[in-house]
């Protein structure tokens, strides 16, 4: 168990809709960071927050949003939904910032299955 | 992003010695060798670093050249459990938040025969 949680596991939905997916990070952890994993593409980094700001961005649609709140718990909003969003979505966090010794600790991640 | 190049598979048998190797023939200085690795059906897992020296943990060792063009991940004793998509990724840990992020390959498959 890596202390982060992700909700909801599963998620089935149809294309032109909106989901959230949450994620809670590692007690004491400040960054959370999104992923996204399909087939064609692989593992994929989408975002990156940092208590509470966007600190990077990697290959994320603009039909695609995230935020962190005071919390430090993160949601990857995605909407207009099409058939390739399908996919396993990871969420991850570390200490900090950056840096050496900042690794990365992932969530179970939730399945999206777009209809 | 400096690239890394990995076998697409390997097998071996439990409690024998795993070797997976790694290239990257274009990494720069400030360059941390990173492996992760992802079981079935779970989010992917940290294994160990390095820069230039070997590296020891509880999970794994890590051999790096001297050139620092390859590296290869030891599992002392594979089990069943060690079974997994096993992913060497650099990272410029001094790159600020570009550093931060994780850009993972496809890895190597390591199947662990009973």
């Known amino acids: 168990d890596s202390g982060v949680t992700q909700t909801p596991k599963h998620l089935i939905t149809a294309t032109g809709q909106r989901v959230t997916l949450r994620c809670s990070p590692r007690s004491g952890d400040l960054s959370v960071y999104w992923y996204q994993q399909s087939l064609d593409q692989g593992l994929q980094f989408l975002i990156q927050?940092?208590?509470?700001?966007?600190?990077a961005k990697g290959n994320i649609l603009e039909r695609f949003s995230a935020q962190q709140f005071p919390d430090l718990h993160s949601e990857l909003n995605l909407s207009s939904l099409e058939l390739g969003d399908s996919a396993l979505y990871f969420c991850?966090?570390?200490?900090?910032?950056?840096?050496?010794?900042?690794?990365?600790?992932f969530g179970p991640g939730t399945r999206l299955t777009v209809l | 992003d400096a690239k890394t190049t990995q076998p697409n598979s390997m097998e071996s048998n439990e409690e024998e010695p795993v070797h997976l190797p790694c290239n990257h023939s274009?990494?720069?200085?400030?360059?941390?060798i990173h492996w992760y690795r992802q079981l079935p059906s779970q989010g992917p897992e940290y294994v160990i670093h390095g820069l230039t020296s070997n590296v020891n943990n509880r999970m794994a060792s890590l051999a790096i050249a001297e050139d620092r063009k390859s590296s290869t991940l030891i599992l002392h004793r594979a089990t069943l459990r060690d079974a997994a998509v096993y992913y060497c990724i650099l990272r410029d840990v001094y790159g600020g938040t570009s550093g931060s992020r994780l850009t993972f390959g496809e890895g190597t498959q390591l199947t662990v025969n009973p």
């Open positions: 274009t990494i720069s200085g400030t360059d941390y």
């Open positions: 991850a966090s570390s200490p900090r910032l950056a840096g050496v010794g900042n690794e990365q600790f």
């Open positions: 927050y940092y208590n509470g700001e966007e600190r």
